[in-house]
C-alpha cells in the first residue's frame, strides 16, 4: 500500500508540473495557437489613393485595350502538335540484362520503339472558314496536330499547305462559329505604332503583351530579318505563330522568332508582315502551294558613285539569270532598278516584296538607270523555279546572304552538295539559345548557298551524322566530307530544335 501512495503521489506531481508548465508557455506565447490567440484589429483602405477624374485618360485609355483584347482573343488559338519518333534499342541497354546479364543476351535482336514529341504554338484564324495561319516550324514533320480554341474546345485540324522559307502554314478546322481578324496592310505599318502580342507561350494559352514596332525594313539590309517587323512587345517559345495585333484589332504580322541570350524575351521580336502571309495564304488557297514571283537577278544596293550624286535609292544588279523575266527585259549588269510598276524601289527588301507580290504572268514596268541615262522596260513576272533560289525572291535564302560575315569557326568544305553548306562548332551557349537537347553533338549550319540542293536544311540547324558516321567538330565534318564518294547520295542526321530528322543529299 505505502508503495502505490508514492505511486500515486509521484504521478500527481508530474501532472501539476506539467500543468504548470502548459500555463507559463500558453501565458508568454510558447505555443503557437491560433484558435485560441486573440484577434488583431485592423482597417482596410476605403479610398484610393487617386481620383479617377484626375486619370480620366487613363481609365479610358484602360478601357479601351480591354475592349480591343477582348475583340481579338476569340480569333487566337494554341496550337499543339505530336510526332512519333522511331528509336532503335539494344537489349543490352535494357535494365533487365542490368540485372540478370547474359541471360538477355537471347533477344539480342534490335527492336523498334517510338516516342511521342509533344510540341506547342500558337496561331490565329483569318477566314470565315476556319483557316488558320501559324509558323511552318510549329507543324514542320508532326503526325498530329490539334487547335485549342478561346472557349476551351479542342478542334482537329488539316495542315493545308506550308513553306519553309517564308516559315508560313495555313491550317484548316471545320466550325462555323468561328471569328477570323482581317490582315491588315503591313505596308503602312511605321516604328512607333503601338501592337499586341498574343499567343501561347510556355503553354500559358491567351497570353497578352504590348510594345510598339521596334524597327522595319532597315534599308540595304541583307541578313535574313531584313524583311520582317521588330517589336519589343515581349515574345516567348510558344508564341510562334500567333498574331501581332493594331489599334484596330488587325493582323500586322506573324511572330516568329526572338533574338535572346536567355532563350526567354529580351524585348527583341521579330514577325512575319502581314501582307507577305497574306500572298502566301492565297496562294496556298488557290494553287494549293506557294508560288514565288521571279524576276531572274542577283541584286545589291545601289551606292551614291554608281548613281552619279543621286539619292541612295533603288537596287544594283550584279547578275541576270539566263531565260528568266529579267532577262526577256534585257536588263544588264550595272543596272539600278529605281521603280518596280510605278512604286519606288527603296531597298532590296522592298524589290523583293514586290516581285513576290505580284501576279504571275502580268506585265511590269521597271524604271531604271544605265551609263546615267534612265530608261523603262517591261517584263512578265513569272513562276521561281524550283531549282533557283534568287536575292530578289528570297530573303532568307537568296544569293545575297552569303556576302554577311560568318563566324571565324566557320569552315567550307569543297565538292558535292556538301559545299554549299557552311558549317561552324557548336557551343553550348549556341546550343541553349537554339533550345538543344543537352546530348546534341554536331556542327552548328551558318549558311546554305542557294543552289545546293538541300532546301530543306535550314540556318541553326546541328548536323549529327553524315552517312551514319557522327559529327562531333568543324574537323570532323571536313575530314568526313573528304572521304565521301561524291557521286553517290549522303544521308545526315539533322537536329533542329528537339526533333531529329534525315536528310538525303543527292549529287547535282
Not at 22 to 50: C, F, M
Request: proline residues 6%; neutral net charge.
Amino acid at each position: 500500500m505505502k508503495n502505490l501512495a508514492k505511486f500515486l503521489l509521484f504521478v500527481l506531481l508530474v501532472s501539476a508540473g506539467i500543468s504548470l508548465l502548459y500555463d507559463y508557455r500558453l501565458k508568454h506565447g510558447g505555443l503557437n495557437l491560433p484558435s485560441i490567440r486573440k484577434s488583431e484589429k485592423y482597417t482596410l483602405a476605403s479610398q484610393p489613393s487617386v481620383d479617377s477624374k484626375q486619370v480620366a485618360s487613363l481609365e479610358a485609355l484602360n478601357r479601351e485595350r480591354r475592349a480591343l483584347v477582348s475583340s481579338v482573343l476569340p480569333s487566337v488559338v494554341a496550337v499543339k502538335t505530336s510526332k512519333k519518333i522511331g528509336i532503335r534499342r539494344e537489349y543490352g541497354l535494357d535494365p533487365f540484362e542490368f540485372f540478370f546479364g547474359n541471360q538477355q543476351r537471347r533477344f539480342s535482336n534490335p527492336r523498334d520503339e517510338a516516342l511521342v514529341q509533344n510540341s506547342l504554338g500558337s496561331g490565329v484564324i483569318v477566314t470565315n472558314e476556319g483557316h488558320i495561319i501559324t509558323n511552318n516550324h510549329v507543324v514542320d514533320q508532326v503526325d498530329e496536330i490539334e487547335v485549342q480554341l478561346s472557349d476551351g474546345r479542342t478542334k482537329k485540324a488539316r495542315l493545308v499547305g506550308a513553306d519553309s522559307q517564308l516559315d508560313v502554314a495555313v491550317l484548316k478546322i471545320d466550325d462555323p462559329g468561328v471569328k477570323p481578324l482581317k490582315l491588315a496592310d503591313s505596308d503602312t505599318v511605321q516604328p512607333g505604332d503601338f501592337v499586341l502580342a498574343i499567343g501561347n507561350p510556355f503553354g500559358l494559352q491567351e497570353t497578352v503583351t504590348d510594345g510598339i514596332i521596334s524597327w522595319k525594313g532597315r534599308p540595304n539590309s541583307t541578313d535574313f530579318r531584313g524583311d520582317l517587323l521588330q517589336t519589343n512587345a515581349a515574345i516567348n517559345p510558344g508564341n510562334s505563330g500567333g498574331p501581332l495585333i493594331n489599334l484596330r484589332g488587325e493582323v500586322v504580322g506573324i511572330n516568329e522568332q526572338i533574338v535572346s541570350s536567355s532563350g526567354g524575351s529580351q524585348g527583341i521580336g521579330f514577325a512575319i508582315p502581314s501582307n507577305t502571309v497574306r500572298t502566301a495564304l492565297e496562294s496556298v488557297l488557290k494553287h494549293g502551294r506557294i508560288i514565288r514571283g521571279y524576276l531572274g537577278i542577283v541584286s545589291r544596293a545601289s551606292q551614291p558613285e554608281q548613281q552619279n550624286g543621286a539619292d541612295n535609292e533603288g537596287v544594283v544588279i550584279d547578275q541576270v539569270m539566263r531565260g528568266s523575266p529579267a532577262a526577256q527585259a534585257q536588263l544588264q549588269p550595272g543596272d539600278i532598278i529605281r521603280k518596280f510598276n510605278g512604286r519606288d524601289v527603296q531597298n532590296i527588301v522592298a524589290l523583293r516584296n514586290m516581285v513576290g507580290q505580284t501576279e504571275l504572268n502580268k506585265n511590269v514596268e521597271l524604271e531604271i538607270v544605265r551609263d546615267a541615262k534612265p530608261l523603262k522596260v517591261t517584263t512578265q513576272i513569272k513562276e521561281q523555279p524550283q531549282d533557283n533560289q534568287t536575292s530578289d525572291v528570297s530573303p532568307r535564302r537568296g544569293p545575297s546572304q552569303p556576302q554577311t560575315p560568318r563566324p571565324p569557326s566557320e569552315e567550307e568544305p569543297a565538292g558535292g552538295p556538301l559545299s554549299s553548306i557552311h558549317v561552324g562548332e557548336l557551343t553550348r551557349e549556341m546550343a541553349r539559345q537554339l533550345d538543344l537537347p543537352p546530348n546534341v553533338r554536331g556542327v552548328l549550319v551558318t549558311g546554305i548557298d542557294p543552289d545546293s540542293g538541300a532546301a530543306e536544311l535550314q540556318k541553326g540547324d546541328v548536323i549529327e551524322e553524315i552517312n551514319q558516321q557522327p559529327v562531333a567538330s568543324v574537323t570532323d565534318y571536313k575530314e568526313i566530307v573528304a572521304s565521301l564518294d561524291l557521286s553517290q547520295p549522303q544521308v545526315l542526321s539533322v537536329c533542329r530544335h528537339r526533333a531529329r530528322s534525315f536528310l538525303v543529299l543527292r549529287p547535282r
